[in-house]
């Protein structure tokens, strides 16, 4: 069956920004003029298609990515070929970051929605920086253009300075604030207006007005020199004082944007249905197509050799399970196919599990409305139903195997005890927690051996809130919760060796394994490592492994508190061991025995996760608030200007930060917002320490009874 839409007219774009940028109305209106919906929906009153989960249309905000396939004809010529476009509408809350993490990850370019009033806020770096990590291409869109305070040039200094992007406006606005009507197309240099804003309210393309022709001739200088610093023979044209065609300036632009060294911005108001068709003959104009960019990178298995997957219908099925949702029909599986054609009926095995599946029925997703399709082709998103995959798993072709890079997952920084209100749903909570980790890989869920105690850890209150909510929703189990509690993670400061011998004589063969290692810090963030020594085969090859094991399986222990310990580097260097009584099992032992006596002699810390915390205040509240970040053993960064706002920027303990918005709201008559992100992790102070080390009643080990 042959391709409908050619490969060069795919375009796989994802929109990002921060909470209440107005990614969710920008889609909605996408839908609407690609006429996939006949109905704008609103996140207010709960009638998006991508908002399709039930707390998604309570609480406004989105909480998973959806995926819709829409279709386009550049600014609605006759003749303009259809594009498809695939697209990815993301959260902007800090605690569903996975979500975006995992759909850049399969993402060929994004859109960038700003708040026209606020500028690059909090969220809009972390989201920048994760696009960066990927390499995605990106557009940037400063959108509520007609809200009072609203700023377009404000905010392309804000790009420019906060996030080191070289910003180059396409378009500038004509008005602003309630007087916003449109905007200077800068390419073509034609005024681009609306008579009304309602919904499909047609646009008249015209001549600029007076009074703007001078500052749109500066902005389209400054567009033609950004075109120069990603087309060499651009610039040279330019230099000499050449004249463009608009094909000329749009070539440039798309490479430069391809090349992640130019970022367009656009200017419009989603809500008031001003500047979509522009921003959607813009993704068409600049962003990339699956050839577009690099081709995927995997892995040989068995060996550490990399090989790449171009886009291509007839070559070797790789594709990437970016996305699990367990829903009434069963489990739906979100893939990207980077090469080859994903058939129904056809084999293809998952490189994780090592299992061979048959692909059932796939789907193409319109948020929550499928359509049957036969087979899915390289550059495609689409879903398959019953296949049995996690988050990150690669599919390949059974004959030709590959191993695509999976996605970084930011730690969990809260964690929340929690049990079924009933002993009858003991199972069924069990079960449900290990869907929900599977959709989610920022979800971890512990059960304590000892206690019998579940735990769940997550990126914030809001996210393990959801995780209760759905269970009780999506799965019957009602749950008593605890507090929410800090995920704190040890380490240790100074290098020590120290000995670990296990042995054990109970008549017959014995148990003995006896090994010297080495335990240094790394530095924070680098994760764990161990390495081996050995000289002379003192410990036998064959027990390296178990000796890592055991390492490993010290680190979930704790030093102090048993919290699990990170950035911790183990040699092993030497030891000794029996002909008869020495095993693996010793040897992991032995392990331990030298983690637990060394790691409590090297100066152990406990570490805390610190929060990025920015708080947009009154002024005649901002020493207020200065000073209760201060008591809550926080570090005041620096202070702002946004729209005759303050803004406060800090770094807070997170330990700190339980109950803080009804503080906030006491402290500045509900008039001051607050946002926060992970930052990174600090040791606590060790008065804190003690508190803690005395909560979790220290750590106790029993290697006896192991």
């Known amino acids: 069956m042959a391709r409908e839409i050619p490969l060069e007219r795919v375009r796989n774009i994802g929109i990002i920004a921060h909470i209440d940028a107005g990614k969710t109305t920008t889609t909605e209106r996408i839908l609407y003029y690609t006429g996939l919906s006949h109905k704008i929906g609103e996140v207010h009153d709960g009638g998006a298609v991508t908002d399709y989960m039930e707390q998604e249309q309570e609480r406004g905000i989105t909480i998973t990515s959806a995926a819709v396939t829409c279709q386009w004809k550049r600014r609605e010529e006759a003749s303009s070929p259809v594009h498809q476009i695939n697209i990815i509408d993301t959260p902007g809350h800090v605690d569903f970051t996975i ?201 040989i298995p068995g060996t550490e050799n990399k090989e790449s997957r171009e886009a291509n219908d007839e070559g070797p099925i790789a594709a990437l399970a970016f996305k699990i949702i367990n829903d009434k029909f069963g489990q739906l599986t979100f893939v990207r196919t980077y090469s080859g054609t994903l058939k129904k009926g056809a084999s293809i095995k998952n490189m994780r599990s090592g299992k061979k599946m048959r692909i059932g029925r796939i789907v193409k997703m319109h948020a929550d409305k499928r359509e049957d399709v036969e087979e899915v082709r390289a550059g495609d998103i689409a879903a398959c139903i019953g296949l049995d995959c996690s988050t990150g798993d690669t599919l390949c072709d059974p004959g030709n195997e590959i191993v695509l890079e999976s996605m970084d997952v930011p730690p969990a920084v809260v964690t929340l005890a929690i049990e079924p209100k009933s002993k009858g749903d003991q199972e069924k909570l069990g079960l449900a927690l290990g869907k929900l980790s599977r959709e989610d890989p920022s979800l971890r869920v512990r059960t304590d051996e000892e206690t019998n105690q579940t735990t769940i850890a997550g990126m914030g209150e809001l996210h393990l809130d959801i995780i209760v909510d759905r269970l009780k929703r999506e799965y019957n189990v009602e749950t008593n919760v605890g507090k929410p509690q800090v995920a704190y993670r040890e380490t240790i400061t100074s290098n020590i060796e120290q000995e670990g011998k296990y042995k054990k004589q109970t008549g017959g063969k014995g148990k003995f394994g006896h090994v010297w290692m080495r335990f240094e810090p790394s530095e924070p963030g680098s994760g764990v490592e161990f390495e081996t020594s050995i000289v002379g085969g003192s410990v036998p090859k064959e027990f390296f492994n178990a000796v890592e094991k055991g390492f490993k399986e010290a680190l979930t222990r704790g030093i102090q508190a048993g919290y699990p310990v990170v950035d911790v580097k183990a040699t092993l260097y030497d030891g000794s061991y029996h002909d008869v009584d020495s095993d693996e099992i010793s040897f992991k032992m032995a392990s331990i025995m030298a ?112």
């Not at 073509?188 to 309602?198: G, L, N």
């Not at 989603?270 to 104009?285: C, E, H, P, Y």
């Open 99 to 299: 979500e975006v993490e995992r759909s850049l990850r399969v993402l060929d370019g994004a859109i960038t929605v700003f708040d026209g009033v606020a500028g690059v806020e909090p969220q809009s770096e972390t989201v920048w920086r994760q696009a960066d990590r990927y390499g995605v291409p990106r557009m940037c869109f400063v959108n509520k253009m007609d809200r009072m305070g609203a700023n377009f040039f404000r905010c392309m200094d804000m790009i420019r300075d906060r996030l080191k992007a070289n910003a180059v406006a396409i378009t500038i606005p004509i008005g602003s604030e309630a007087d916003y009507a449109g905007m200077v197309d800068l390419i073509r240099m034609k005024a681009i207006t609306w008579q009304s804003d309602e919904v499909g309210a047609k646009y008249t393309v015209n001549d600029i007005p007076a009074d703007l022709q001078e500052q749109a001739a500066e902005y389209r200088e400054k567009m033609l020199e950004g075109c120069s610093d990603a087309d060499d023979d651009f610039a040279e044209k330019y230099l000499e004082g050449g004249e463009f065609s608009e094909e000329e300036v749009i070539a440039a632009l798309r490479k430069g944007c391809l090349a992640s060294k130019v970022v367009p911005v656009f200017c419009g108001t989603a809500f008031k249905n001003k500047g979509v068709q522009f921003l959607l003959d813009s993704v068409i104009d600049f962003m990339p197509g699956p050839r577009d960019v690099e081709a995927i990178q995997g892995t």
């Open 595 to 706: 983690f637990r006596d060394g790691a409590r002699r090297a100066s152990p810390k406990i570490l805390e996760p610190m929060m990025k915390v920015e708080v947009i205040t009154p002024e005649e509240s901002m020493g207020d608030v200065i000073g209760d970040v201060n008591s809550r053993r926080g570090q005041v960064a620096g202070m702002d200007e946004r729209a005759g706002m303050k803004v406060v920027n800090a770094t807070v303990p997170l330990a700190s930060m339980f109950g803080y918005a009804n503080d906030l709201r006491s402290r500045t008559q509900g008039r001051a917002t607050y946002t926060m992100e992970f930052s990174h992790y600090d040791p606590v102070p060790q008065s804190v320490a003690n508190d803690i080390i005395e909560a979790s009643g220290g750590v106790k080990y029993d290697v006896d009874d192991e």
